[in-house]
């Protein structure tokens, strides 16, 4: 809490914040949904008359503004998308309460930029301070963070008052930009073996590149922390089996954004994300922007009900995702409503001479390989032909292939699909690992 006493003697409210956060994990879920109507009513009508742009879309697609303080279904509402978070914030003026400008890291191809209101950060942080806390991440335990980091250079006064804070919230990281050699894994590993962390927090890819690095190095890893955050990327089968014997007691899966900071958490049930609710209202929708049934699949779209400086309302995060129980609690006793999984990226697609293949269609064909397959990537360079990157835990052969191969081939009947066996993927710029390369242009 040492960072929350600091932002309330600044004058952040951030210890109010913290304590209101803390407080609506033991509400009860009938409270928790009245304050999600709420914030959303509310974050609605500001955004409507505050920013022009956004009224225009809401009236473009329902064909009148809804009256002021009249109440708004989210289905009503159009979806937000990049497309239109791009063309507002390239017309919006810095709005007064405005803290900072952020942008996305651009892999979905269309980078976007937006304004974050001081209130905004506390939450976002105070937020994701409580789901860590989860997995015993949260500020005040030791954690070591494997992040790609970001090298552009700090003013001395910056990176001194960044150290500073860290060693107060008693947190390390570990810069794995990009590339992540053995070399780096094992400075890494004997990081570990030095802090002796309570919890590691970090790309899903790169914890479980340490995790095999550990496998196949007995007794190079000395001190196995008790528990992992894994953020920024799902797991593929097998994922969380090979961290949990080789590298942390237990794995706790987060759903984040750059947007949005953090989204959803698992609990110790492992039963689903957790919604931030008190923060942010998220749904799955289908192609039409209305909600989808329990279990089914759709589009992931977050309203972010603490930004006043911009109009994320139903704004399309890129994922697709598993709408949770609507009404079965989480055995755990948390209020907070759940999604069953999120399932990757709308813009990860193989494209074919007769349309495009979601490159979500290779992780359900995968799992069904998880006894050997370890990690997979498609790279494309043509509409007729692909080549899947294979990590294995042994050499292959075209009679092991042959499963695969039928399972891929009833949707890409036509193409030419090469494997190659390899140690590591290929990471984008940001350290994550892309599902989908392709060099193909967007249609």
């Not at 159009?78 to 007064?96: K, L, Y």
């Not at 990176?159 to 050699?181: I, P, T």
């Not at 790309?203 to 953020?231: C, E, F, I, N, Q």
């Given at each position: 809490?040492?960072?929350?006493?600091?932002?309330?003697?600044?004058?952040?409210?951030?210890?109010?914040?913290?304590?209101?956060?803390?407080?609506?994990?033991?509400?009860?879920?009938?409270?928790?949904?009245?304050?999600?109507?709420?914030?959303?009513?509310?974050?609605?009508?500001?955004?409507?008359?505050?920013?022009?742009?956004?009224?225009?879309?809401?009236?473009?697609?329902?064909?009148?503004?809804?009256?002021?303080?009249?109440?708004?279904?989210?289905?009503?509402?159009?979806?937000?998308?990049?497309?239109?978070?791009?063309?507002?914030?390239?017309?919006?003026?810095?709005?007064?309460?405005?803290?900072?400008?952020?942008?996305?890291?651009?892999?979905?191809?269309?980078?976007?930029?937006?304004?974050?209101?001081?209130?905004?950060?506390?939450?976002?942080?105070?937020?994701?301070?409580?789901?860590?806390?989860?997995?015993?991440?949260?500020?005040?335990?030791?954690?070591?963070?494997?992040?790609?980091?970001?090298?552009?250079?700090?003013?001395?006064?910056?990176?001194?008052?960044?150290?500073?804070?860290?060693?107060?919230?008693?947190?390390?990281?570990?810069?794995?930009?990009?590339?992540?050699?053995?070399?780096?894994?094992?400075?890494?590993?004997?990081?570990?073996?030095?802090?002796?962390?309570?919890?590691?927090?970090?790309?899903?890819?790169?914890?479980?590149?340490?995790?095999?690095?550990?496998?196949?190095?007995?007794?190079?890893?000395?001190?196995?922390?008790?528990?992992?955050?894994?953020?920024?990327?799902?797991?593929?089968?097998?994922?969380?089996?090979?961290?949990q014997e080789h590298l942390v007691g237990e794995v706790y899966m987060s759903y984040g954004s750059r947007e949005f900071m953090s989204v959803g958490m698992e609990c110790y049930r492992h039963e689903g994300y957790h919604v931030a609710s008190d923060n942010l209202l998220v749904e799955v929708v289908d192609d039409n922007g209305q909600p989808v049934a329990e279990g089914e699949e759709g589009r992931i779209v977050i309203t972010d009900m603490h930004n006043a400086a911009n109009p994320f309302v139903r704004y399309e995060i890129g994922d697709i995702g598993t709408a949770g129980p609507a009404d079965a609690p989480c055995p755990c006793g948390r209020p907070f409503p759940r999604l069953a999984s999120v399932d990757g990226r709308l813009q990860d697609v193989i494209r074919t001479s007769t349309g495009v293949v979601s490159g979500l269609y290779l992780t359900y064909t995968m799992r069904q390989f998880d006894d050997w397959i370890e990690g997979y990537q498609v790279v494309q360079d043509s509409p007729d032909r692909m080549l899947v990157r294979l990590v294995t835990r042994t050499d292959f052969t075209p009679e092991r292939l042959a499963p695969v191969t039928a399972l891929l081939r009833e949707k890409f009947i036509d193409m030419r699909i090469d494997y190659e066996r390899v140690h590591e993927l290929a990471r984008r710029r940001s350290g994550k690992v892309a599902l989908v390369i392709s060099s193909l242009p967007d249609e």
């Open positions: 809490m040492i960072s929350a006493l600091y932002g309330e003697l600044r004058g952040y409210h951030r210890l109010a914040i913290h304590r209101w956060v803390a407080a609506n994990e033991r509400l009860s879920r009938d409270a928790l949904r009245r304050l999600t109507e709420r914030e959303f009513q509310e974050h609605v009508h500001r955004s409507l008359e505050r920013f022009p742009f956004y009224a225009q879309c809401v009236k473009a697609h329902r064909g009148s503004l809804p009256a002021p303080g009249k109440i708004v279904r989210p289905e009503e509402l159009p979806v937000w998308t990049r497309h239109d978070q791009r063309e507002f914030f390239a017309q919006q003026e810095r709005p007064q309460d405005s803290l900072y400008a952020h942008q996305t890291s651009g892999s979905t191809s269309l980078p976007v930029r937006f304004h974050v209101t001081r209130e905004s950060y506390e939450w976002r942080t105070a937020v994701m301070d409580r789901s860590y806390s989860w997995g015993g991440a949260e500020e005040g335990r030791k954690s070591l963070h494997v992040w790609a980091a970001d090298h552009d250079r700090a003013p001395l006064s910056e990176a001194v008052k960044r150290y500073v804070h860290l060693v107060l919230q008693r947190r390390a990281y570990f810069d794995a930009f990009k590339e992540f050699s053995d070399a780096e894994r094992l400075t890494c590993i004997e990081l570990i073996n030095h802090l002796k962390p309570h919890a590691l927090v970090g790309y899903t890819s790169m914890l479980v590149d340490l995790a095999r690095y550990v496998r196949d190095h007995p007794g190079v890893l000395l001190w196995k922390p008790r528990a992992m955050v894994s953020a920024a990327e799902g797991l593929q089968p097998g994922h969380r089996e090979l961290l």
